[in-house]
């Protein structure tokens, strides 16, 4: 038996990630934690999060989880999710805050002159609903889903990677921007697995049984 932790410092509803994860992984322990030391003591780890950055940063760093999150990024597989990917990177242009620095790169708004649609139309901001993902790499987490595939969306903020080696995914919203990376340990996306009906069930199994 594993265990799965899902950080928790008090930003977004973490019920719905605790209860995919649990459908997914019978047999296994799912842990929704605040404690640093449940979180080292994990097999797998989910980063989750909702929110503006700003704000989930200062509450990381006020429930000592930043050394937790740092270690576990580098040392066992780790699934970031939404503002758990943007959390990765160096700086964010909301509220203009740096982040972990796990990747290099930067988390922007998107642009209003860039809000078109391809018929013209004007696209709104949050980025709020049903889009496709494009797979850029293969890799396991992938498996048993179709490039293209569609998984939900709430943000207005998009990550900006220094390297492209590090894009797993894109997705176009006015433009095409980075929806999920990946590199050695490390998985993270920009949309929400367990929102996503059976594909994103699909990718949170293949987190469970992943070996990297």
Not at 134 to 158: C, K, M, N, T
Request: contains cysteine; negative net charge; hydrophobic residues 45%.
């Amino acid at each position: 038996m594993t265990t799965v932790a899902i950080i928790d410092y008090g930003m977004g509803n973490l019920r719905s990630v605790a209860k995919a994860i649990e459908y997914v992984a019978p047999g296994h322990t799912v842990d929704v934690t605040a404690d640093p030391a449940r979180v080292a003591a994990a097999d797998r780890v989910v980063f989750p999060g909702q929110g503006a950055m700003p704000d989930c940063m200062r509450e990381l760093d006020l429930r000592g989880l930043r050394p937790a999150v740092l270690d576990a990024a580098a040392s066992k597989p780790f699934l970031g999710i939404c503002i758990g990917l943007q959390m990765l990177f160096e700086h964010s242009n909301e509220g203009d805050v740096p982040g972990l620095g796990v990747f290099a790169g930067e988390v922007t708004r998107f642009r209003d002159e860039d809000m078109r649609g391809a018929d013209g139309a004007r696209l709104k901001v949050p980025h709020m609903g049903w889009n496709e993902v494009l797979q850029r790499q293969s890799h396991p987490l992938w498996a048993g889903i179709p490039d293209g595939e569609r998984f939900y969306f709430v943000h207005s903020y998009h990550v900006q990677p220094a390297e492209a080696a590090l894009v797993a995914a894109e997705t176009a919203y006015g433009i095409r921007f980075t929806s999920a990376v990946a590199r050695a340990n490390i998985f993270a996306v920009q949309f929400h697995p367990e929102k996503s009906a059976q594909s994103g069930l699909r990718l949170l199994a293949n987190f469970i049984h992943w070996t990297p």
